[in-house]
């Protein structure tokens, strides 16, 4: 390990390693550090991605692709199912992946464009000198080390503590994260060529159990439930009620938990030489909780501007803010549209959820736009035209800017 570079990462994840490469692909020194011993292990995740999306960042391999998806069931409360293509409900899930290795495979990424990749080494601080961070201290193999450099980037997960060294407000409160639990199981059954959502205030609060095929009969079984709405159980709990009523002869071989952000956008994820990406950034979506895309994207984006920003020997706030604006303009705006939507529907009763499933059942999904989806539901109910009329004047802007 060097003791200077122009980039230090800190944390890799798809937002870490994304913004390595870049930044190593346009001739940046990059350090990349993780504090785990593995890449991309132990999975915190659905595993669930957009392909479209997906493929602007990565060629898909089948080693890491375990399950390419035709669609979503979506279940209501009553069982009412909504059934959509994929190309529609692709925006969040295409492909679920085998992370442990998709991880793995983005950092060797950034290792081949040029980047130092070392594991098991935690950053424990910054270096803030004048105002400006200079670097981050280390602890290597149970050694200290201060690596300084122009530029940090905080890609350091929900458990960010960088942004906060810096003095950046990352804190969330309940009502903004989503406490999951998740079983990999065999035995369940289920169509893998399909993703399954369940919906229901008694059996996921203000969230939804979701199923993914992995392949070769497993599945991802999990639950997110507003940390604000869990009341006296756990998303264990519930996602244990779930698979005891629906799967009781499944066997479970993995478990897995952990949180996403849900607030939507925080104000600020810059500061003087430095940049957070990812869920370190608050850039999860709130209404699905996927964040893989929205980390790949702020990673690239976060990767220009510190290229941009040192080639021009000026790393300060008002420079990183190019950034700011490039990633608010573009996932920015998708994470503002699902905030409305989430405000709205963490407060849907079980009867207004079966409801909504009742008004879509005679849509057909494989010729729709947002737009015409979002008509329809607001045709069957009035009430809801009013509760998210702040994203109906988006969507028909973005779409009438689209057209133009
Ligand atoms: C149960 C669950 C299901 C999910 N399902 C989906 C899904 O289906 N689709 C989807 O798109 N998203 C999903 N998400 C969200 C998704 O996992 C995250 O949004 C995504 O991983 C964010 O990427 P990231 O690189 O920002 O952070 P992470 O992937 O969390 O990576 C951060 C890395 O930083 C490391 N790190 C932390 N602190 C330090 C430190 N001090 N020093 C060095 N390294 C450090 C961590 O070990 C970690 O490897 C899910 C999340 C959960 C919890």
């Not at 122009?150 to 960010?160: C, M, P, Q, R, T």
Request: glycine share 10%.
């Amino acid at each position: 390990m060097k003791d200077y570079y122009d980039v230090v990462v800190v944390g890799a994840g798809p937002a870490g390693s994304i913004t390595a490469k870049t930044a190593a692909e346009k001739g940046l020194s990059v350090l990349l550090i993780e504090k785990r011993q593995e890449i991309g292990d132990p999975v915190r995740c659905a595993e669930g991605v957009s392909k479209v999306w997906l493929r602007k960042h990565i060629n898909p391999e089948s080693r890491w692709i375990c399950a390419d998806v035709k669609g979503s069931r979506i279940f209501s409360p009553d069982g009412t199912m909504i059934e959509m293509a994929e190309e529609v409900a692709g925006g969040e899930v295409g492909y679920v992946l085998e992370r442990k290795l998709f991880d793995r495979v983005l950092a060797y990424e950034s290792a081949k464009a040029g980047a130092q990749v070392f594991v098991k080494t935690r950053a424990t601080g910054l270096i803030i000198e004048d105002d400006f961070v200079k670097g981050v201290r280390l602890m290597h193999w149970g050694q200290e080390y201060d690596v300084r450099c122009k530029i940090v980037i905080g890609a350091d997960g929900i458990e960010s503590k960088v942004g906060r060294w810096a003095g950046i407000d990352t804190s969330l409160k309940p009502v903004n994260i989503e406490t999951c639990a998740q079983f990999l199981m065999s035995g369940t059954g289920i169509d893998q060529d399909y993703c399954y959502f369940y919906l229901g205030n008694e059996m996921a609060p203000s969230g939804y159990v979701w199923i993914f095929p992995k392949g070769g009969g497993l599945a991802n079984v999990g639950i997110g439930i507003l940390g604000s709405k869990s009341g006296k159980k756990t998303a264990f709990e519930y996602l244990n009620d779930f698979v005891a009523d629906k799967y009781p002869d499944a066997r479970i071989l993995e478990v897995d938990v952990g949180g996403v952000p849900v607030s939507g956008s925080i104000e600020r994820t810059t500061a003087n030489g430095l940049m957070l990406v990812g869920d370190a950034a608050r850039q999860s979506d709130p209404i699905t909780g996927g964040g893989i895309i929205n980390a790949m994207e702020a990673g690239r984006i976060a990767g220009e501007v510190a290229c941009n920003a040192i080639s021009e020997d000026d790393v300060s706030v008002e420079r990183l803010n190019e950034y700011e604006e490039k990633w608010r303009s573009t996932i920015g705006l998708e994470i503002d549209n699902s905030l409305v939507v989430k405000n709205v529907f963490i407060n849907f009763t079980d009867k207004e959820l079966d409801g909504l499933a009742h008004s879509l059942q005679d849509v057909n999904f494989s010729s729709m736009s947002l737009l015409d989806l979002l008509y329809a539901l607001f045709k069957a109910n009035k009430k809801l035209l009013w509760d998210l009329r702040g994203l109906f004047r988006n969507v028909v802007k973005n779409e009438l800017d689209f057209d133009h």
